[in-house]
């Protein structure tokens, strides 16, 4: 079953990728005019007409899942986002998140890591289960340690970096840095899958 998920992104990049996905829509609708002139399909009737185009259909799925043919945003997006989880070690079955569990990568008293970075297009695509448990869980189950962290700083020094009561001292700042920098995003890794289906060939 899909799960959509939606991302900030450039204007720029998801220009670029509904470009892409046109031009690779184009080149598909080439390449099936070609397999049916190559299996002569206009000659062929009944048994052999069926399967002449079931092996097209076969064939045209085929290379829409190895990334061949980058027809839609999933399609364009998986080759590059299965590779990106594979290189984070958070391609394996991890356990659900907890009911009720904060979104993963949220960091604890701040505005979040991508304000006023320009990211102001939405990206939504609809992600594969062998995608999206992955990703979701992985996330959540790898940033767990940092957020209980950047959690006792809270506790600590107060939800303001720039503190409440008092100054929070200079090292304190640069712990919760520190640990902030380790936390890691769903939006961060597909606006990293993107930057490399982008720049693939």
């Known amino acids: 079953m899909p799960h959509t998920m939606v991302t900030a992104v450039s204007p720029t990049d998801l220009e670029r990728l509904d470009t892409l996905i046109e031009e690779q829509r184009t080149a598909e609708t080439r390449w099936q005019a070609k397999a049916e002139q ?3 399909v206009l000659r062929l009737r009944g048994p052999e007409l069926r399967a002449a185009r079931a092996w097209i259909r076969a064939e045209r799925d085929r290379l829409r899942e190895n990334g061949t043919h980058r027809v839609s945003r999933h399609h364009a997006l998986a080759p590059a986002l299965h ?3 594979d290189h984070r070690g958070l391609l394996r ?7 009720g569990a904060p979104r993963a990568g949220q960091l604890l008293g701040g505005t979040g890591p991508q304000r006023g970075a320009g990211l102001t297009a939405r990206l939504v695509v609809s992600l594969p289960e062998t995608l999206w448990f992955p990703l979701q869980r992985g996330v959540y189950w790898t940033n767990q340690p940092h957020l209980q962290t ?3 700083w809270t506790d600590h020094w107060g939800h303001s970096p720039a ?4 100054t929070t001292p200079p090292e304190a700042l ?3 840095a520190r640990t902030a920098a380790h936390i890691t995003t769903t939006g961060a890794i597909l606006r990293t899958a993107l930057t490399h289906a982008l720049n693939s060939p």
């Open 38 to 40: 190559d299996t002569d």
């Open 83 to 85: 590779t990106q989880l």
């Open 93 to 99: 079955d991890w356990d659900p998140i907890p009911e």
């Open 150 to 152: 950047l959690q006792t």
């Open 163 to 166: 503190g409440g009561r008092f």
């Open 174 to 176: 640069a712990e919760r």
